[in-house]
Each structure stands twice: as structure tokens, then as C-alpha cells.
């Protein structure tokens, strides 16, 4: 890897440790909490809470596509503020220029003329400066987001993360996903690189609402939860894409997302690729993502995945650039 993709190898064993701990834990949670084959009994606005934690895990695309047009930010010209005292000079002019008649030098009104067009000198003075002050301040203010979009133009990757959270909305969806970050495989090419939930970190029960205010909770079919992990990755995979492909100015982005998936023959954990999408303008504009299934939007969207219901997601190999980078 480059210098914009450090060795995360680290990072990834600890949080290997971290998720085996939680595997475990998870496992033990769900085989006391349904010791009894019918069902536990729990109250309806914990239903509730049960849909709402799963709709913010996949429906988390559903958001309008709102590019940013930074390229022509950036293609502005900076501005340099000079400072002027054009009203001072007209003051002093006034000033200068004043001759009294003899019917005011005879009374001395000319005297308070004279301070009266001298004090306008300093006020006009004040005034320039205050000017000059906001003049800058505004230029400053552009500036500033001209040399912003510079670096975004130059995919600068701490300027995209110092930046995110004030131009993007990805910290409503940070849940969505165990982590992620975001890496420049190839000059002009941006990649986000997405660690999705594991499977046992999802609901893995389902709400069946009753009288009084009660609900029953059962045991989610394996068959649903492998439902839910694929609408999780897959909207997951799309809100990321479309947030930053509107955010910089790129023709477009790539998401690239890794899950530690079981092996059946050893029953042992491993980091794999599990999807692979590059998302244009084009694709974005005419997506309907604020009403799609997002497993269909990613599929027809040319992502590419290994999903089954039995079997739920299995590895791919990754292509071009960003199997340079994973």
C-alpha cells in the first residue's frame, strides 16, 4: 500500500479479538433470551425500537441525490483586496478646496466649516477602513472555499475527513457500518472501504405486536436475517457511495465492502471482500434511491456481490484498482 493507505493489519487482528468477544457474548444473550420455544413476551414501544434499529440499518440509502459542483468552486479565481481611501481623499478635497465668503470670515463661521470638513476627514477615514475590513473578511470567507475545493480536487484525504461531518450527513449513518475509511487507490480514483456489521451483530429476533400494548418476540429465520445483512450492506454500500460522489468532484466512486465471514469446513472467521460497486453521476442522477429495495438498487447499479438466501453472503475477488488497494 501507499502512504494514503497505511497497514492496517493491526488494526484489523484487534478488532478480530473485539468481534469473536462479541460473537460470544451475542450467542449466550440470544440462547437465554429464548429459553422458551413460544417466545419471550416484551412491551410494544420495545417492538418499536426493535423496527426502528432495523430500518436505520436498511433503509440508510433512502436520501436524495444532491451533488456539490466543488470543480467550479475551485475553477474560481482568488480574490485579493486592496486597500483604498477614496472616501478619505474626497473628505480631504472638500476640505482643501473649502474658501470661505467674507460674510462667514466676518461672522467666523468658517472656523466651525473648517472643523466640520476636517472631522468628516477622520469619519471617512473610519469608514474606509470598515470597508477595507469587510471586503477581506468576505474574500476570505471565498477564499477559503476556493482553496477547499482545490483539495478536495486533489482528494487531500485529511481535508475529506476534517470535512465530512460539516458536508455530508454520514454521521446519521455511522451505526450502519462496523467502521470504514477512505483510501486513493490510483491518481482521480477515491475508494471507500467499508468493514460491514457480521451477521450476529444484526437483530436477530422479529416483533409480533398484541393487545395491551405487549409484543412477541421470536427467533428471526436464518433465511430473513440473511435478508437483513444484505439490505444492510447493500444500503450501506449505496449511502456511502452517494454521499461522497455528491460531496467531491470526482466522475465517480468506488465502495468496496469487507465482512468477516464463517468457513463452514473450519468454523473460523475471516476478513473477505463481499461487495463491489462504482457509483458515476449518471447512475446517481436517474437512481431512484429514496424509494428502491437496496439490494435490487445495488444489483442493478452494477454491484458486484456472491449472495445467497441460504447461505447468505460468500467471498468475491475483487478487480481493478481497488483489488490493488485492498
Not at 486592496?82 to 473649502?98: D, F, G, K, N, P
Not at 477622520?122 to 477602513?129: G, I, L, N, R, V
Not at 476556493?146 to 454520514?170: H, Y
Not at 466512486?253 to 463452514?264: F, G, P, S, T
Request: charged share 25%.
Amino acid at each position: 500500500m501507499d502512504e494514503m493507505c497505511p497497514d492496517q493489519s493491526i488494526e484489523f487482528t484487534m478488532d478480530r479479538i473485539e468481534r469473536e468477544a462479541k460473537r460470544a457474548a451475542l450467542a449466550k444473550t440470544q440462547q437465554e433470551r429464548f429459553a422458551v420455544a413460544e417466545g419471550r413476551v416484551g412491551s410494544a414501544a420495545e417492538a418499536e425500537a426493535l423496527s426502528e434499529a432495523v430500518a436505520k440499518l436498511t433503509l440508510c440509502h433512502r436520501r436524495p441525490y444532491r451533488p456539490r459542483d466543488w470543480a467550479a468552486v475551485a475553477a474560481r479565481p482568488r480574490i485579493e483586496v486592496v486597500r483604498t481611501h477614496e472616501l478619505e481623499a474626497e473628505a480631504r478635497r472638500a476640505l482643501h478646496s473649502y474658501k470661505p465668503g467674507w460674510l462667514a470670515q466676518l461672522f467666523g463661521s468658517d472656523r466651525d466649516q473648517r472643523r466640520q470638513l476636517a472631522a468628516r476627514v477622520a469619519e471617512a477615514a473610519s469608514e474606509d477602513e470598515a470597508a477595507y475590513r469587510k471586503a477581506w473578511r468576505e474574500a476570505q470567507v471565498q477564499n477559503t472555499e476556493i482553496d477547499f475545493a482545490g483539495k478536495l480536487a486533489e482528494l487531500d484525504l485529511r481535508t475529506i475527513n476534517e470535512a465530512l461531518t460539516a458536508q455530508t450527513s454520514l454521521a446519521e449513518v455511522f451505526g450502519a457500518v462496523e467502521r470504514f475509511r477512505f483510501t486513493v487507490p490510483a491518481k482521480g480514483r477515491f475508494q471507500i472501504q467499508i468493514e460491514a456489521h457480521d451477521l450476529a451483530a444484526l437483530p436477530a429476533e422479529e416483533a409480533e405486536r398484541q393487545p395491551q400494548g405487549r409484543a412477541v418476540f421470536r427467533p428471526m429465520a436464518l433465511g430473513k436475517r440473511h435478508q437483513l445483512h444484505g439490505a444492510n450492506v447493500c444500503a450501506a454500500a449505496l449511502r456511502y457511495g452517494l454521499e461522497m460522489l455528491g460531496f467531491l468532484p470526482l466522475d465517480a466512486v468506488e465502495v468496496v465492502v469487507h465482512a468477516e465471514l464463517r468457513d463452514a469446513a473450519t468454523g473460523l472467521f475471516a476478513r473477505h471482500p463481499i461487495l463491489q460497486m462504482t457509483l458515476t453521476h449518471t447512475q446517481a442522477a436517474a437512481t431512484p434511491f429514496e424509494q428502491g429495495d437496496p439490494m435490487a438498487l445495488a444489483a442493478q447499479l452494477g454491484a458486484r456481490m456472491c449472495w445467497t438466501l441460504q447461505g447468505g453472503f460468500a467471498p468475491i475477488e475483487l478487480t481493478g484498482p481497488a483489488a490493488e488497494a485492498a
